[in-house]
């Protein structure tokens, strides 16, 4: 019964874990209006068309900040900006 119990604690929390990111955002948007970013210090730009809790976006700014990703609803919120460069991004739009 105790490893039973042990074995549904461990799912439990690993669907609902959340884990840290780093992630750049470009200065500038794509023209779908999609935020562009880097995801750990990718060496690619990819569009991000969803939602970062707590992120107000500037464009003009190159941002690196660190999210909670929610694993359960693939959610994202803020945890800090790390840095904030007035910039032009370099990617294809």
């Known amino acids: 019964m105790t490893i039973l119990l042990n074995k549904v604690k461990s799912i439990f929390s690993e ?5 840290q990111l780093v992630i750049t955002v470009a200065s500038r948007q794509a023209k779908n209006n999609a935020l562009q970013i880097k995801m ?12 970062i809790a707590g992120f107000d976006y500037v464009e003009g700014f190159e941002y690196e900040i660190m999210v909670s990703k929610h694993k359960s609803a ?13 910039k032009n991004s370099d990617f294809n739009s």
């Open 15 to 19: 669907k609902n874990a959340t884990r």
């Open 40 to 51: 750990n210090r990718a060496a690619t730009w990819e569009e991000f068309t969803g939602d």
């Open 74 to 86: 693939n959610q994202f919120s803020l945890e800090r900006v790390l840095t904030q460069t007035r």
